[in-house]
Nanobody, 115 residues
Framework: QVQLVESGGGLVQPGGSLRLSCAAS????????MSWYRQAPGKQRELVAT???????NYADSVKGRFTIGRENARNTVYLQMNSLKPEDTAAYYC?????????WGQGTQVTVSS
C-alpha cells in the first residue's frame, strides 16, 4: 500500500538547477531515513544523499556542495535540491525510505543534463 512518487526531473543545461521531490503515501511504520539514489546507464546504482529521522545528512563526494537533501513540510516528503548540475549527474534518480521493517522505492525520475 505504500507508494513513493518522485517528481521534478527533466532536461536542464549544465550549470542549471533542478529540485526533485519524493512524496510517500500509505502507512509507513517508523521511518529511519530517506535517501536519494541514482543510476546512469552502464553504472551501478549509487547513493547520492541521505537524511535520517534525526535530521543528519550525508552526501556522495561527487555532489557535496552542490546538492542538498531535506524534508518538506509535508510529512514523508523529501526533496533533493540540485545545483550546478553537470552532465555526469545525468541518471535516473530514485527515492528510498528506510523504515523499521521494510525499504520502499520510488519508480524513478529521469534527470538529463545536456547542452
Amino acid at each position: 500500500q505504500v507508494q513513493l512518487v518522485e517528481s521534478g526531473g527533466g532536461l536542464v543545461q549544465p550549470g542549471g538547477s533542478l529540485r526533485l521531490s519524493c512524496a510517500a503515501s500509505g502507512s509507513i511504520f517508523s521511518i529511519r531515513a530517506m535517501s536519494w539514489y541514482r543510476q546512469a546507464p552502464g553504472k551501478q546504482r549509487e547513493l547520492v544523499a541521505t537524511i535520517t529521522s534525526g535530521g543528519s545528512t550525508n552526501y556522495a563526494d561527487s555532489v557535496k556542495g552542490r546538492f542538498t537533501i531535506g524534508r518538506e513540510n509535508a510529512r514523508n516528503t523529501v526533496y533533493l535540491q540540485m545545483n550546478s548540475l553537470k552532465p555526469e549527474d545525468t541518471a535516473a534518480y530514485y527515492c528510498k525510505i528506510a523504515a523499521l521493517f521494510s525499504d520502499y522505492w520510488g519508480q524513478g525520475t529521469q534527470v538529463t543534463v545536456s547542452s
